[in-house]
């Protein structure tokens, strides 16, 4: 980073959450806000989100409910391990398959600023996924089906509070399945609705068991009144009796009036049933979280409204998901570099929203530099020079990757003071001999 070209150091998303290139100032102001609004403020996180991702680990539970060892598969959010953060989780079958795509998802769209970051806990399939019998033909291919309502046990009683024990979650659920695991998100819905907060259904296996779950649905659906959650299931191009359950079941959504269900179908006829998957959690998340991005200025892209509205939207958003949500450290950053490198800075609100960044995230390297940086523009070095240093000094105990960029600040800044301070010095021996001569 300490080598990237200026360009680089102003456009790059690892460091829009830090503080702008110090060449950034010297070009022409006008269009240096123009790229900022329509690339730079449309990222919101640092480069210690692009840090490669070591995998998830495996956790095995000593399942009473199943009667055995179970393996399940737990990838915490980059950073995890250094913050104090507690996360919503992700709960999907087909962990072993999924997790890695999905998990990149999750990371891919907290990265943009389009939904929170995650905690994603895999479990696995068949027995466990089905909720009745294999009847007709089925029935020799998978005698062993049926185990649904003793799975979503081992999960309520048994995967969910190890989950809650061993991580800082927050008690936001969703669950998501694809096939037979999207059967057993639908199932998992209709039986125990209150389990989790959203669902993600991708191609249900509906016709299962005569369609089973379908018929059970129709019941539930037309006798509940209230359910606070979101559903989001999907189809590829997927013909016969899965595709034809599928237009049943969309209908049947419809056809709901029930007060605070949200939900959307959506048939991706260019996927199969194996590709659906990835763009189906991607689309997924997308709707659980929809609303979840701060508005933005539609002729710069810049955050509309300021602090204040970022604080209220992310009140909203902490009513919407029922647990407190903070505005970001990065986008109240972005706020402030708004004001500061604005066609028609505003000096004075930049430092104000800088300095409340300070006043709420004080373990962060990054605001202290960005308050730096400010005042460093409006002509105090010497408030800023301190500001770097604290800057510096976190960098190197948080491991944080702009570490070498704050260091270099302080430097900088501090050689500049010194000089600034000897060249007054220096001047004031030539300032005495004028005075003298002039008497």
């Known amino acids: 980073m300490t080598t ?38 449309l990222v919101l996180f640092s480069s210690s989100a692009f840090a490669q991702y070591g995998g998830p680990t495996k956790l095995t539970i000593k399942s009473t409910v199943l009667g055995e060892d179970r393996v399940i598969l737990v990838r915490t959010p980059q950073g995890y391990e250094t913050n104090n953060r507690a996360y919503p989780v992700l709960y999907m079958t087909d962990g072993d398959a999924h997790i890695g795509h999905t998990g990149s998802t999750v990371e891919f769209l907290a990265r943009n ?32 089906a049926g ?8 999960i309520e009683t048994e995967v969910i509070p190890q989950i809650e024990k061993s991580y800082r979650v927050q ?23 209150e ?48 595709g034809k359950d599928f237009v049943l079941f969309k209908e049947l959504l419809a056809g709901t009036k029930i007060k605070g269900f949200d939900w959307e179908a959506e048939q991706m006829k260019d996927e199969d049933h194996g590709s659906v998957v990835l763009r189906s959690h991607y689309v997924g998340l997308r709707k659980v979280y ?3 991005q701060m508005p933005r200025d539609p002729e710069t892209g810049a ?31 972005q706020i402030g570099y708004q004001f500061l490198l604005a066609e028609t800075p505003n000096p004075e609100e930049a430092i104000a929203t800088f300095k409340t960044n300070v006043e709420r995230y004080p373990n962060s390297a990054n605001v202290y530099d960005s308050l730096a940086e400010a005042y ?6 010497d408030w800023a020079t301190p500001l770097y240093e604290k800057a510096q000094a976190l960098g190197k105990q948080n491991n944080d990757p702009n570490a070498a960029i704050f260091a270099a600040n302080f430097t900088r800044a501090s050689d500049k003071l010194k000089q600034e301070a000897a060249a007054k010095q220096g001047g004031a021996p030539k300032e005495a001999d004028a005075a003298k001569k002039n008497q």
Do not use: C
């Open 376 to 381: 460093e523009k409006t002509g105090h070095l």
């Open 195 to 242: 389990l989790f907060n959203s669902y993600i259904a991708v191609s249900p296996s509906l016709q299962w068991a005569d369609e089973a779950t379908l018929k059970r649905a129709q019941e539930f659906f037309k006798t509940r009144k209230e359910l606070n959650a979101t559903l989001f299931t999907s189809l590829g191009n997927e013909p016969g009796d899965i």
């Open 113 to 144: 600023g389009r939904m929170s970051e995650l905690i994603v806990v895999g479990t696995d399939r068949t027995r466990d996924l089905t909720p009745a019998k294999a009847t007709g033909p089925n029935a020799a291919q998978f005698p062993t």
């Open 4 to 41: 990237s070209s200026a360009f680089d150091r102003a456009f790059l998303p690892q460091t829009v959450s830090h503080r702008s290139s110090p060449s950034l100032a010297n070009r022409g102001r006008g269009a240096a806000i123009s790229l900022l609004g329509t690339l730079v403020f």
């Open 303 to 333: 955050v509309a409204g300021g602090l204040k509205a970022a604080d209220e939207h992310y009140k909203w958003l902490s009513e919407k998901f029922h647990y407190s949500i903070p505005t970001p450290e990065a986008l109240i950053n």
């Open 171 to 193: 008690p936001y659920r969703i669950l998501a399945g694809h096939s037979f695991g999207g059967l057993f998100t639908v199932h998992a819905l209709i039986t125990r609705p």
């Open 290 to 292: 929809d609303g979840w």
């Open 147 to 154: 185990g649904a309502d003793n799975f979503l046990k081992f």
